[in-house]
């Protein structure tokens, strides 16, 4: 399957209640079963170990074994995607880096499977990989087999959003994998109302939650120079013009602490750094605008013989109000 997959949820009902998220972009592995969740203890709801973590930054290898991670990028800004290398629509001319190619998506639910398409979804493309600068380039809707044909900047990120209606919540993913070939099993993700009810039920505790008003989700992964999950990493949102970290609250209007999912990307009490999946989520992040107050999530951790948590990945976050919004946390 072409990399472009961006399934970053995978919602599904367990016992009590259960969360599973898969976010796209980078290598997702399983983690070896015979070694301890990282970042805790135990799975049980109370944690008696340290809340910052002692352990240098990790990723599973091809072998599922943990090792350091790949910092290799940081000072040289986002790590390159690479030059598309695809030869073209019979033996035709390579296209441009940038040149607008349609390419067919798939758009399925999250947490389903390849035949869970979701029919009439409203799909918005920015080719600036941002909401702030205005109206989306390209607008499609999936036909009767969950397909839309759209155009996108060939070997280019791009922001995709799929709009809300009767039974779909509004989804935004920054930073999709650049398409680098014409022909391919390309796919995006919709969220519909009751996998986002049973996320904000995994995290909140509380059933019929809704984001305060002017707020949204913010979900995301921290990765390595080669795009893999790495745990032991501390994140935080803070204000981009003073490093000020935001603050948090009990109240249900208030933004709630960054929760750390489990190696599996359950949720997990008492956790206080990444796990293996190095998926985090966090509640009730303020609506960025343009102009407005901008906020980033910064990941610290331990690396280079150091002993302090020192800061070496960030992401500039949009967040669209009563939205899940994902984006990569990248080593800069």
């Avoid at 002692?54 to 390159?80: F, H, I, Q, R, W």
């Avoid at 003073?242 to 359950?266: E, Q, R, V, W």
Wanted: proline share 6%.
């Amino acid at each position: 399957m072409t990399a472009i997959r961006s399934t970053f949820l995978a919602l599904c009902a367990v016992p009590v209640v259960a969360l599973a998220m898969q976010a796209c972009g980078g290598s997702e592995e399983s983690p070896p079963a015979t070694v301890a969740d990282a970042g805790k203890d135990t799975n049980t709801v109370t944690d008696t170990g340290p809340t910052s973590p002692t352990t240098p930054l990790k990723v599973l290898n091809s072998m599922k074994e943990d090792v350091d991670a790949d910092l290799s990028c940081l000072g040289m800004g986002v790590p390159d995607a690479g030059v598309p290398t695809d030869a073209g629509v019979d033996g035709g001319p390579s296209p441009m880096v940038g040149d607008l190619v349609d390419i067919t998506f798939k758009v399925l639910e999250f947490g389903g499977g390849s035949s869970d398409i979701v029919v009439g979804a409203d799909v918005d493309l920015f080719h600036k990989n941002t909401l702030l600068m205005g109206d989306p380039e390209i607008k499609g809707k999936t036909d009767d087999k969950g397909i839309a044909v759209l155009k996108v900047p060939f070997g280019k990120p791009f922001t995709y959003r799929v709009n809300p209606n009767t039974n779909l919540r509004t989804f935004v993913y920054f930073d999709s994998d650049p398409v680098t070939k014409l022909t391919g099993n390309y796919e995006l993700t919709a969220i519909t109302k009751s996998k986002y009810d049973q996320f904000a039920l995994a995290i909140t505790g509380k059933t019929g939650f809704l984001t305060a008003a002017g707020t949204g989700i913010y979900s995301a992964r921290v990765q390595d120079c080669q795009g893999r999950h790495i745990s032991n990493a501390v994140v935080e949102l803070v204000d981009a013009a003073s490093g000020a970290p935001l603050p948090t609250g009990p109240g249900d209007t208030d933004l709630k602490p960054i929760h750390y999912l489990s190696d599996n990307d359950l949720p997990s009490t008492g956790r206080y750094w990444t796990s293996r999946s190095s998926l985090v989520a966090a509640i009730n992040v303020p609506e960025t605008k343009a102009g407005g107050k901008a906020i980033k999530a910064i990941a610290k951790g331990l690396y280079g013989g150091s002993s302090e948590l020192r800061k070496f990945a960030e992401a500039n976050l949009e967040i669209t109000a009563s939205a899940v919004n994902f984006r990569t946390i990248q080593v800069k």
